[in-house]
């Protein structure tokens, strides 16, 4: 049994409901990302110092800022250590709204877990060639590229970016592809860790429902783009800096 309440699991299945998506998807972002049930240094408690990286799927503090945690001068440590002392249940209001927004900025909805993964660990990424169809080989960020991707994804930042995510690279050939981030999301699937959240969410609630196909559509392209750009670029602001 893990640490968390009936109440989480509660919580996250309203959450995945008001942003049309199974709650299993956001669970293996949110063990992938924090080792969500892992121990007491997890979930909501996650901490990584590089870039004070925090909670449920590691916000950035720069993110938080542009969702409305933290006044616009205070420090990215302050703003961590002040958000790391929220529960599981307090923070899941900041997962459903950086779920909206990273769907009204890269203009779908997350179908599946792995579409998600990339949403939170690169967002801009969903808008590169193939990323969209599921394509396995649509790259996502590369050892040595060669011209950049998006506007805001520099190419000396994308050499950031993979050196500092180098494990997702998992058959080793220099580029982090949709496939790879597939694989994670099916290791941690596979993994005895999600199985037992999902058995334990699964008897709290045994009739919360998976989003039906409808309401899972693709959103206007041509949706107001404003706010999510403002916090991508602030997301992007503090893996950089």
């Known amino acids: 049994m893990s640490n968390l309440s009936p109440s989480f699991y509660k919580k996250l299945i309203q959450v995945a409901s008001n942003v049309n998506m199974s709650p299993e998807d956001i669970l293996v972002v949110m ?22 990286a925090s909670g449920l799927i590691q916000f950035m503090p720069d ?28 923070q899941l209001d900041y997962v459903e709204k950086i779920i909206k927004s990273q769907q009204s900025m890269t203009g779908i909805r997350f179908t599946n877990a792995t579409q998600y993964y990339i949403a939170n660990f690169l967002p801009v990424a969903l808008g590169f060639p193939g990323m969209k169809d599921g394509n396995p080989n649509a790259v996502i960020a590369e050892q040595n590229p060669k011209k950049t991707k998006h506007k805001n994804f520099s190419i000396d930042f994308e050499r950031q970016t993979y050196k500092a995510n180098s494990a997702l690279d998992v ?62 670029s602030k997301f992007l602001d503090g893996l950089i800096n």
Not at 72 to 79: A, H
Not at 81 to 86: Q, V
Not at 188 to 208: A, T
Not at 214 to 228: F, H, M, Y
């Open 63 to 90: 993110t938080l800022k542009g969702l409305g945690f933290g006044s616009p001068e205070e420090d990215r440590k302050s703003i961590s250590n002040r958000f790391r002392k929220l529960s599981e249940i307090q």
């Open 171 to 232: 058959d080793k050939d220099g580029k982090i592809t949709y496939k790879d981030i597939d694989k994670r999301v099916q290791n941690i699937k596979n993994g005895s860790q999600f199985k037992n959240l999902v058995n334990e969410m699964r008897s709290v609630n045994s009739n919360y429902s998976r989003p039906a196909e409808e309401n899972i559509a693709e959103l206007d392209q041509s949706a107001e783009l404003s706010e999510p750009e403002t916090i991508f």
């Open 31 to 52: 063990i992938g990302e924090s080792n969500l049930g892992g121990g007491s240094n997890s979930g909501s408690k996650a901490y990584n110092p590089d870039g004070h």
